[in-house]
């Protein structure tokens, strides 16, 4: 899942840098360097996509597999205002009960089903990061 506003960042530093390129380059009249640094820029703009630095905390896939299981509970739910698919972008402050610490408070935002909205109170499966306890994912 992408967050927006690092997509917008990173679309930006990539259109200024190709703005870079071809107000500098191109009026010397040098076109390999030109070639040479455009590929060198849609490499760098492919590898950070794909490197997760646009994804929502960065973590997604590795807590995916390496995070910790744990239930939490709902305490607030916020609608951003943002829909995907017609699916609602919210924002929760969950309760999070490790089964090996101490239950701790984090906050999440996650696309919800607008078949199954959950709602205050109810229980979900998170997986957690045992080192920065904060970087949550509802699974």
């Known amino acids: ?6 997509l917008l960042v990173i679309c930006a ?13 191109l009026p010397t009249g040098n076109l390999g ?15 950070v996509m ?7 905390s960065g973590k997604y896939k590795w807590l995916m597999h390496n ?6 509970t709902i305490l607030e739910m ?13 924002s ?13 408070e984090a906050k999440v935002r996650a696309f919800v089903s607008r078949i199954a909205i959950p709602r205050v109170g109810d229980t979900v499966r998170v997986k957690y990061d045992a080192e920065k306890p904060q970087h949550v994912i509802i699974v």
Do not use: Q
């Not at 916020?78 to 919210?90: A, C, E, F, Q, R």
């Open 50 to 56: 794909f490197t997760g630095w646009g994804t929502t």
């Open 78 to 90: 916020k609608d951003t205002g943002i829909t995907l698919n017609k699916s609602p972008y919210v």
């Open 67 to 72: 995070g910790r299981d744990a239930n939490a």
């Open 13 to 25: 530093i990539y259109l200024a840098y190709l703005f870079g390129i071809i107000f500098i380059v």
């Open 1 to 6: 899942m992408f967050s927006v506003t690092r």
């Open 33 to 47: 360097l030109y070639l040479v640094l455009l590929f060198v820029g849609v490499g760098l703009f492919l590898l």
């Open 92 to 104: 929760f402050r969950l309760r999070v009960e490790p089964t090996d610490a101490a239950p701790y």
